[in-house]
């Protein structure tokens, strides 16, 4: 590879850490300052009480719970997706691999936050924490809420480490062209990693393995949150299709999420040359593929409900399309299951703007999806004395909105302190092409 | 000297608590907030004890026991010895802790608008009396009924002072007075009529919410009794009130149809079995006074098909002895004294008179005026001084108009009061009473039965009884011939003796009065349709009594108003039921905010759209109608009224829910011909059963027997602290209550029925909520209670979630309580801080203190002896509380009964409390 060439990526890829746009700055007020109005929200709670949440008699869990719901889904295509593209030795990997890796621990970071905010005393947030307490008493391991506990931690973790170790490479490598405080940062973080033959050896030894657990882990853990759902005995929770309607619906909104991010990048740092149209029609395909296996889902779920005769269960599918929230009901088969279906159009796939827009509404269906199936099941249980209607109050959609700020400011600090995109794999595609390209002269 | 042993010493102690328990209360205690820190030698800290007392929350005057813990009264209990209550207290009842620690309570006498000391309120009171006496000008008082000494200490007291009988007025709220009309018309009798339900086969009530008003709890006590014996009840009214819901079926006629109804089944009655003892004259003249009241006439006029006016005129006829009870306040227009009549006659061809409607000779009282010429001799100049005594003349629905105008005619007006109602208000002298639970006294329901009133507690604040308010004017008057020496107290202890505090109630036989229908019982029947005031194709209006406010007054105690309405749900408010149709052609919604127009003003209230209540009906709480009336009397489906949308909405929680169970068989019924359900089947399960070696408590709920009061909400809430939480937070459904009453309106095979459900936490073996709490901080424990730890709870919300019965509550706020309020906690039950779950507990504290009292006389606890607090106040003794590993013990032995049934038996939670279902017709 020609000298040049490895200075124009090195530089491309350090400009997006060093230029900072009037653009970002407005970016970065803007979610810094919805994360200042959410926590001011969160503080009313915490002095005055959830009470000034809409939650009420049946409806237990609300916007708040939603918004955990959703972050843990879009957190899934980052790992997953990159962790596959590994595997699939996808030339799309080197593009997108790291932003949606980072995107998978920003979005468990805040998603964590969720359950936090949501309970009736945050502050003794830590007894859920498997950990050896004076009072000899460990958490309940029946409790779907303490395997989410293990589930999230562990993939969190893991997808942290995933990040880092990929990072690697680049951080040493950048260490030695980067000025100013990065320079000693990301030196201690290389942990002395130089680039020789041994070390790139167990690098490769060691990438796979993580890889390999993160893929499961994923799966798993969206599938232990769907059970916080399924192991209840509530009608329309009580589903044993649950746990792959979760990750469905996860890979489904993460993939929507990840071409939002993308898009963006692309634009905000002209990497055009990076991430390139094929990408996001590759992106599209998945995207289309996992709105018809919702869309099958959500069918199934329905035949179910009629099907296995329980009056109770009948009734919340019965008034999910035409009671008090079906606006939500139809405004998620709208985007969830029709909007995707215009992927099927090659035009639609190679429009960039098109797809932002199906994303931005894939994204949006899928808040309200599960913002649909935690309300309409709680707010239609058992006795017909007990139903109840929720609508979220102010502070609750400040903290919402704050959540997505909080997610945005870690973001945009990620992407300026770190680099975006690998340097190494960049490379490393870079080096292949040309080396096949070599080839190809040195045989004709 | 002998050695203090263990069984001398609990004897001596046995003894000492013996003697406290009647005479502990007279301890000189400070009175401050704290009532005592060095606590007298009789009151065992951490103990509780037991005072029997008679409550005078409402003219029914049952018997009570209060718990009293460190000096203060926390909780009440009815007086099983009490022959009216028999150890159940209804809601108002249990409320009166609540007015004992209110925070409208007046804390030191008042006038014009400010508080003063007792001296200068002594000499305001004595020279006001003094200036009335002097101008030569009548002084009078205005009382609620007391039946007892206070009444004749207060006919003394005028006589002291120089004045008739005749100027002690009694006002009540809830009199009656077409009922004694009625009977003097067909009887010729001024006995005092005592309805014995239990023994009537079948009971007939004409609008007579027996349950909601006059003696609830002895009432519904006597229907639960006579349902238990295979009795059947029937309901002609309005709308579907308590009593409707607790009968079999409710007959809807057309609104003011009434009369014409029960002249009707006179007819049938008298012609197909007329009863032997009846005086062939009399015979033949009823038959003609009752012959246009043909079934065929009958069934035009109230809307019923003939066969059903026949069918039950043979129904009475075929069940002797029967029992016609009303009319109620819903009926109480013009017509109501014909009606009474009609009712009572046919009382007399039913055979009910000395078996179910036995009489009493009246007891004998000087009369007083009435309120209208109290307020006649007012406005005249008559009176110089009217002394209120605990009455709220003006505060009274709307308030009495005509006495209003008339007190600026009154030089001096002082009321004796507990809280600063609309009558103190405008009075010129406030003086504050003692709260009964505070007082000495007596009240005697009716002739026989005498309820004995002791203090339970040192008076909280600085206050008074009001007779030695009284006698210390009269002493400054120097007017002391034919008044006690001493104190008031010592005046009831004369009377009443240890032993007749001891058992709160004093018997005696009570001599019954022969009646027999009159020759000229029906002579005159005007039989015209009533008139009908108001717009034309206006609603007619029916002012529904309930057991909230037992005296038609909106009641002001927040736990009150915070316990919803069973059938209608609205809490905080009244509301207007409308039938669906009549609903449609308004264009009005379940909670749709709408004005009704009266001759009077305009009442706005949300609408229950409902098919409880006749079409053309606008039923509105009693209290709420009376701002609709120009006058203090009652509409009886007579007034018509307007009704306008006005476009604001205020629903309840519970719009958004079903009043129909959707085929789900929650309340669930048998035939009264086969009273046994289809066994249920065991459903297989992962875990290991749950073991409870030693005891399994819980409960039974006999619906058979429940009547909605809501007595067992109003006792778990004073039991274990519940919050108010107010409308607003009501409203978005964070009502704290453990136990709620559940019900359901759906058309039955012989119209529309009510079923009624209380639910509190099921206790369930298997519970959902227990598995899926993080922290354990609810957990099963090894005696069947799904027990919760509050300080494990982080607030999760899990458990309210996973619960199929939806009755775990959420503290939302740290909901304030202030003030005097903080002394009536149960100090045995923790208070709740914001953000935790909690729920029924079963009471544990009291499961605790009777393994505790068992343990330490080495015994095993008895059935009967841990009673829940929601089963201890019960007036029908709907909920049974026991141990269901027991087979011996009463909820062991009603669970085993053909109609027990588990709540949502197909989820296989298993759970602790078993309901007994209702008996009703079946098609």
Known sequence: VDTREVIRIERDIIATMSRTGWRYRVGLGLSAGMVVVGGIAWSLALRRGLGVFGLNEPVMWGALITTFVFFIGVSHSGTLVSAILYFARSPLRAAIGRSAEAMTVITILTAGLYPIIHIGRSWLFYFVLAYPSQRQLWPNFRSPLTWDVFAISSYVTVSALFLYMGMLPDLAMLSRRVNGWRRPFFRALSLGFSGTDAEWALLEKAYPIFAGVVIPLAVSVHSVVSWDFAMSVMPGWHSSIFAPYFVAGAIFSGIAMAILLLAGLRRGYRLERYIRPGHFEMLSKLLLAASLVMTFTYATEFFMAFFHGSAAEAEVFRWR???????????????????????????????????VIISVLVSVGMWFE????????????????????????????????????????????????????????TMEREHAAAHSAELEANHA | MKKLGRRTFLGSAATVLGTSLVEGCESKLPRSMVPYVTPPDDAVPGLARWYRTTCRACPAACGMTARVREGRAVQLEGNPEHPLSRGGLCPVGQASIESLYGPGR???????????????????????????????????????????????????????????????????????????????????SEALPVPVLAAARLILSIGDDFVEE????????????????????????????????????????????????????????????????????????????????????????????????????????????????????????????????????????????????????????????????????????EIGALVFQEVDPLGSGAGHRELAEALGQVPFTAALAVELDDTARRATLVLPDHHFLESWGDASPRPGVIGVQQPVMTPVLDTRAAADILLGAARALGKTSGLPDGTWADVVRGVYDVKDREHGVKLSEASAAPVALSGSALSDLPVTPPPRRGPAGGLVLAAAPSIRELDGRVPRSALLQEIPDPLSGYAWTGWIELHPSTAAELGVHEGDVVALGGARGEVA??????????????????????????????????????????????????????SEQHGRELARSVSHQLPVLPPARPLPQMYAPVEHPEHRWGMTVDLDRCTGCGACTAACYVENNLPVVGAEDVRRGRSMSWIRIHAYVEPGPEGVQASLLPLSCQHCTNAPCEVVCPTFATYHTREGINAQIYPRCIGTRYCENNCPYGV???????????????????????????????????????????????KMENRKVRDGEIVSACAASCPTRAITFGDLRDPTSQAARLAADGRAYRLLEELNTQPGVVFLARRREKA
């Open chain 2, 106 to 188: 007046l804390a030191s006498p008042w006038a014009h608008g400010k508080p003063i000391g007792w001296p200068e309120a002594e000499k305001t009171l004595a020279d006001g009396l003094r200036a009335a006496l002097d101008a030569g000008k009548s002084v009078a008082v205005l009382t609620r009924p007391e039946p007892g000494l206070l009444d004749d200490f207060l006919v003394r007291w005028l006589g002291a002072l120089g004045q008739p009988a005749t100027h002690r007025v009694v006002f009540a709220g809830t009199a009656r007075p077409w009922l004694a009309a009625g009977q003097r018309r067909a009887l010729g």
């Open chain 2, 605 to 658: 209230l949300p609408a229950h759209v409902t098919s409880a209540v006749h079409p053309g009906v606008a039923a509105v709480p009693a209290a709420q109608a009376a701002a609709l009336l120009d006058a203090e009397a009652l509409p009886g489906l007579e007034l018509r009224v307007s009704a306008r949308r006005t476009g604001e909405r205020q629903p309840t929680h519970l719009a958004a829910g079903g």
């Open chain 2, 214 to 381: 006059w003696t609830p709890v002895e009432s519904a006590r006597g229907l639960a009794e006579q349902r238990a014996a295979g009795g059947r009840s029937l309901y002609v009214g309005p709308r579907i009130s308590l009593t409707a819901a607790s009968s079999d079926s409710w007959i809807p006629v057309e609104p003011g149809s009434e009369l014409v109804l029960v002249l009707g089944l006179c007819r049938e009655v008298l012609r197909t079995a007329a009863p032997p003892e009846l005086a062939p004259a009399l015979r033949t003249a009823l038959v003609e006074r009752l012959a246009p009241f043909d079934p065929a006439t009958v069934g035009t006029r109230t809307g019923l098909s003939p066969d059903r006016v026949s069918v039950l005129a043979r129904v009475l006829t075929a069940s002797r002895p029967g029992l016609v009870l009303g009319p109620g306040r819903v009926l109480a227009g013009t017509q109501a004294d014909r009606l009474a009549e009609a009712v009572m006659v046919l009382n007399g061809l039913l055979g009910a008179f000395g078996n179910t409607l036995r009489f009493l000779a009246p007891p004998e009282r000087p009369a007083g005026w009435d309120l209208e010429e109290l307020a006649r001799r007012a406005r005249a100049g």
């Open chain 1, 321 to 355: 399309p035409t009671g008090a929230y079906a606006w939500v009901f139809w405004l998620v088969i709208a985007c969830n299951s029709a909007a995707p279906l215009a992927c099927f159009w090659g035009r639609v796939r190679r429009s960039l703007p098109a797809l």
């Open chain 2, 808 to 854: 775990r509550r959420f503290n939302f706020f740290d909901w304030p309580r202030h003030g005097l309020a903080r002394l009536g906690l149960n100090p045995d039950v923790s208070v709740r801080e914001r953000g935790v779950s909690e729920k029924c507990t079963l009471c544990v504290q009291r499961v605790t203190a009777g393994q505790e009292q068992a």
């Open chain 1, 370 to 425: 599960r913002f649909l199936f935690i309300v309409t099941t709680l707010a239609h249980t058992y006795l017909p004395q007990n139903w109840g209607l929720y609508r979220p109050t102010v502070p609750e959609v400040l903290i919402c909105l704050g959540g997505f700020g909080w997610f945005f400011t870690l973001f945009l600090l990620f992407i300026k302190i770190f680099p975006s995109i690998s340097v190494a794999e």
